[in-house]
């Protein structure tokens, strides 16, 4: 993408045409070469590509985008009507993309009138923000110099941007300074002082400004009634570019219409607070050109032009847009403002940057929707995976956007494109799922598990002896993409179900559950499952464990979306009788419930949906439901002395805001507790133990370990919720933490 | 224009400043009403991450005074 001639910034003499581009919310110019390229390619050459960006730039993605979360974490905490404000945001852009034909109508006559030129560029044929416009400029003898100094240096190093509005993020000041010692060879070599750097950029990039013809900006929203752009940007290059040069064009998506300024409101008040944590940007400039303000001549700064000479074009892009438009699953993704929230939050990016979570031109976990949408399933399907569903952007986004959502409807997309897989006679047969012959066998492998665990239960403990042999192992990395390095779940011949069902529950109950055995609870570690039973009863509740099958997590989570709802029907006709029967449905597992509350609502009619969501509990919720009406504490197992301990709440247990229940019922027994703040283990399911994704899953894993290891030198119990989170932390320490529940214990 | 010079001092009325977010902005809509419709709203100087670490001073200013004149 890059200029050939960057060194032109030493001589603004030079008699080509120059262009001056920016773009204020660092949409990248060019597409991206550094992400996986072959949609064959096995796991291990991913693994490779993975582990190489890890090494190389994933120290610098995670240090910058831990920070600007960090950073939106606090600004969303200082703002009190944060929530209001995403609503209004939601409901503006959800009115906007329904009436975007009117919009565009209303911009154009609105432009036209100021004296400006509208263009909408329906497909990539000639201009194109997304793609190539630099190159193609190029081609045509232009010099284009981006302004944005983040982009600039990214042009420079011929490379793609690694988020959607750092696009340079991946680069540390040494790799800048030796990029621009290499590229300018300066006098004196430039060491890495940011502030140095900076100054040498402005300086480049701000002579190209005033020699330039053309300035060419993005465009973070354009208003339909008034024909004017608003451009957020801290450096300030944007209006510099957009007002210093005779001519401005304005490129920008069609989804960046709204109404007026009425609407720009809750927009600005979010965008900076959710990508960098800034209560607001530097600038926020709205522009209505052409403007009659005459342009300078640098050369003769005291003679000026003629007042009223300016020119203005506009281009929509729509390159695939319309068509998102009526697609109702990807419709949202036009919502996106790219602030970058997404990018920031997500475990797996901050370890392996927009390279590797992103596709041709955009980054993240929304990118999976953008790529869909303009490139093709293709580029999608290349990183989607690093989606794990965690969650954790979900609050994050201005606009409420279902992020995990779309990774899902697009996961299951090109499942169903994929080829037969080499290996699935392997899994057929233990797979009764409502998937296409071609699915990937890893994934469906994953997406059962519940089978699995029924055959290993029914044959443990041989089962975890043979899957346990090194060849079984070898066999399972090989052709399942089952790590080896991974120990695998081992399965329970006495299920709690079993042993629920063999026992006296006590008699004089003053309320009735059914706790809900999850397949992890259920087959494989069913002493949370018992501790959960006792400590109910206990505080004076009677326990039933039904015969109720997965919740659809494991198949959603690989994109096997008619496996989950052909699941979440079924649970449901289950659980139905109980809470009509007047029973509230306990949950141990934090994955499920997240089900239940959460992505039910896709499955289910709005009424059944709603039943369950308001009667199904996470365990220590419940808990500490309990206790505040007056249930005995007493009766159950407390801290003895200072027991203190680290415990890591589950990440979709904290996107539904009930990690605080577990730490006020634990602390209220008498524990000394703390919490991690990272905002996923990195097993995250299924995909810690997929050979591809393995040394992710423990660099991400890291981050966590180095939380608490001052916790467990201190002699701390490690306490977690989820089982792979436990799994994870097992991994990391080597000890196997428990469930809070197994804390309250009274046996 | 407010971004080249590397100081950018504001003389402000007292009257002319409003309270917060939704007062700027219902000012800022009768403004472009009447056709005022080109307008910036800056925070404070021009600023940078890109090279590393924030760096003030990039495209705009490096320092930016606000004066208010009071009994305006
Ligand atoms: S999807 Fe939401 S969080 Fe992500 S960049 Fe878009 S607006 Fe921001």
New interface residues.
């Given amino acids: 993408m890059a200029s050939e001639h960057p060194a032109s910034s030493t001589n603004p003499e030079s008699a080509d045409p120059a262009v001056e581009r920016t773009d204020p919310e660092g949409e990248p110019g060019a597409a991206a070469d550094a992400g996986p390229a072959d949609g064959t390619r096995s796991r291990r050459d991913k693994a490779a590509a993975l582990r190489h960006l890890m090494a190389t730039e994933g120290e610098t993605v995670g240090e ?1 985008t831990r920070g600007f979360n960090r950073g939106t974490d606090e600004a969303i905490g200082r703002l009190s009507n944060y929530e209001d404000l995403r609503k209004q945001a939601r409901v503006i852009k959800e009115d906007a993309i329904a009436e975007l034909p009117d919009l565009i109508d209303r911009v154009t006559e609105a432009v036209e009138a100021n004296g400006g030129s509208v263009y909408l560029v329906k497909s990539k044929s000639m201009t194109t923000e997304e793609l190539e416009c630099n190159a193609h400029l190029e081609k045509e003898g232009f010099d284009v110099v981006e ?4 982009e600039w ?1 990214i042009q420079i190093a011929e490379e793609a941007p690694s988020h959607l509005v ?1 696009p ?1 993020i991946h ?3 040494e790799e ?1 300074a030796t990029l621009f010692n290499e590229r300018f060879n300066p006098d004196e070599p430039f060491s ?1 002082d ?2 140095e ?2 100054q040498f ?2 300086d480049a ?2 002579e190209h ?1 005033e020699g330039a013809d053309v300035g060419m900006t993005g465009a973070n929203f354009v208003l339909a009634e ?1 024909g ?1 752009i608003a451009l957020v940007t ?4 944007a ?2 570019t957009a ?1 210093t040069p005779q001519t401005h064009i304005a490129v920008g998506g069609v989804e960046k219409l709204l109404p ?3 609407e ?2 809750p927009f ?2 979010l965008i900076g607070r959710a990508g ?1 944590g800034q209560d ?10 052409p ?1 009659d303000s005459p342009v300078l001549d640098f050369d003769a700064p005291d003679e000026s032009m003629e007042a009223g000479d300016r020119e203005f074009h506009l281009v929509l892009v729509d390159n695939g847009r319309m068509a998102m438009r009526e697609d109702s699953q990807l419709r949202e993704t036009l919502y996106c403002i790219r602030c970058g929230a997404c990018n920031n939050s997500c475990a797996n990016f901050q370890s392996v940057g927009g390279h590797g979570f992103g596709g041709e031109t955009y980054t993240g976990g929304i990118a999976t929707g953008w790529e869909t949408g303009i490139e093709g399933l293709d580029s999608a399907g290349e990183f989607n995976d690093l989606c794990t569903g965690c969650t954790r952007c979900v609050n994050k986004c201005p606009v409420k956007i279902d992020i995990p959502w779309i990774n899902t409807v697009v996961r299951d997309r090109a499942n169903r494109g994929g080829e037969d897989g080499e290996f699935s006679f392997l899994v057929e047969g233990l797979t009764p799922d409502a998937e296409p012959g071609g699915l990937d066998v890893q994934k469906r492998l994953f997406g059962n598990i519940e089978t699995l665990a029924k055959l290993g239960s029914a044959a443990a403990p041989l089962s975890n002896w043979i899957t346990g042999t090194r060849p079984v192992r070898a066999v399972l990395d090989r052709a399942l993409g089952v790590d080896a390095r991974r120990e695998l779940p081992q399965w329970r011949r006495e299920t709690v179900r079993d042993w629920a069902g063999g026992r006296a529950s006590s008699a004089d109950a003053d309320r009735e559950v059914v706790l809900y055995p999850d397949v992890y609870t259920n087959y494989a570690h069913p002493e949370r499952g018992k501790a959960a039973v006792r400590t109910l009863e206990a505080l004076g509740v009677r326990v039933i464990v039904p015969d109720v099958g997965e919740s659809g997590r494991a198949p959603l989570s690989q994109g096997m979306i008619a496996t989950a709802d052909r699941a979440a029907s079924e649970v449901y006709a289950v659980l139905a009788e109980h809470v009509d029967a007047g029973r509230d449905v306990v949950v141990i597992e934090p994955s499920d419930l997240a089900m239940f509350r959460d992505d039910y609502e896709k499955f289910l009619p709005e009424r059944s949906f709603e039943r369950l969501r308001e009667n199904s509990y996470e365990i220590m919720e419940y808990v500490y439901g309990l206790l505040e009406n007056g249930a005995d504490r007493d009766a159950l197992s407390g801290a003895d002395g200072a027991g203190t301990l680290a415990y890591h709440s589950h990440c979709q247990q904290r996107t539904l805001g009930l990690e605080p229940y577990t730490t006020a019922v634990l602390s209220d027994m008498g524990y000394d507790v703390t919490t991690s703040d990272v905002e996923c283990c990195g097993m995250a399911g299924s995909f810690g133990y997929k050979s591809e994704y393995y040394e992710v899953s423990m660099d991400v894993g890291q981050q966590l370990e180095a939380q608490f290891a001052g916790e467990r030198d201190d002699g701390s119990t490690l306490v977690a919720s989820g089982t792979s989170c436990s799994d994870q932390l097992e991994a990391l320490f080597g000890e196997a933490p428990p469930h809070p529940i197994e804390l309250l214990d009274p046996v | 224009m407010s971004l080249y010079p590397e100081r950018h001092v504001i003389v402000v009325a007292a009257s002319d400043v409003v309270p917060d977010m939704p007062a700027a902005f219902d000012r800022l809509a009768e403004e472009f009403d009447a056709g005022l419709d080109s307008q910036v709203l800056a925070t404070g100087p021009s600023a940078t991450g890109d090279m590393g670490s924030l760096v003030r001073g990039v495209h705009g200013p490096q320092e930016v005074h606000v004066a208010i004149l009071e009994d305006r």
Avoid: F
């Fill in positions: 910058n302004t944005d100094l983040g240096v750092g340079a680069k540390s000041p800048i890495g940011p502030d750097l900076t950029a402005r990039v701000g400004i008034s004017s801290n450096e300030g290059n209006r510099k007002v007026s300024i009425r720009l409101e600005v008040e960098t607001i940007t530097s600038y926020v400039s709205l522009l209505t050109p403007t």
